[in-house]
């Protein structure tokens, strides 16, 4: 395969999943800026395993897992854990759809658990079996259906109160 062909094959894919991918970081993190941090993370690391991905057909899967894994990595950097002094003062940035019932479930998603909230979006948002989501995570089927239920739930309760 030629450079030149790689790239555009690349680029058509990026083309045509960017912005479903960036949606996947957003619920994975529940912030656009670092949405696009992630992705582009992602994107990087998906661009030099591309060959080797794009003949077996799983650049879909290998980006999602990248995100959740760098996601995880990013959560446990130190300055992830310092808080802002100033809360309230930087407005943030509002989403490009102002759709209640979207802004509803994704508050209630962040308030989900850190382990119970990649289940749902692997599960429920994106249809992932519990074998796939378990291989994804690097947990047990059996942990991906007790965290899927027990988020279930509290998204129902959440959402029911609201």
């Avoid at 479930?105 to 519990?130: M, N, Y």
């Amino acid at each position: 395969m030629s450079r030149a062909s790689r790239d555009e094959e690349f680029s058509d894919f990026v083309a045509a999943r960017q912005t479903h991918l960036r949606r996947i970081a957003y619920a994975l993190c529940g912030d656009w800026h670092r949405a696009d941090d992630l992705l582009q993370t992602a994107l990087v690391k998906l661009y030099v395993a591309w060959p080797r991905l794009h003949r077996d057909g799983r650049e879909e899967a290998y980006v999602r897992q990248i995100l959740v894994q760098a996601n995880i990595d990013e959560s446990r950097r130190p300055w992830r854990r310092e808080r802002p002094g100033l809360d309230g003062l930087d407005p943030s940035a509002r989403d490009p759809l102002p759709v209640e019932e979207r802004s509803a479930l994704f508050d209630a998603l962040q308030s989900l658990p850190l382990a119970q909230r990649r289940v749902v979006v692997l599960r429920h948002w994106l249809g992932l079996s519990v074998e796939e989501t378990a291989r994804e995570l690097g947990i047990a089927p059996g942990t991906v259906k007790s965290h899927s239920s027990r988020a279930v739930e509290r998204l129902q309760a959440v959402l029911t109160a609201r």
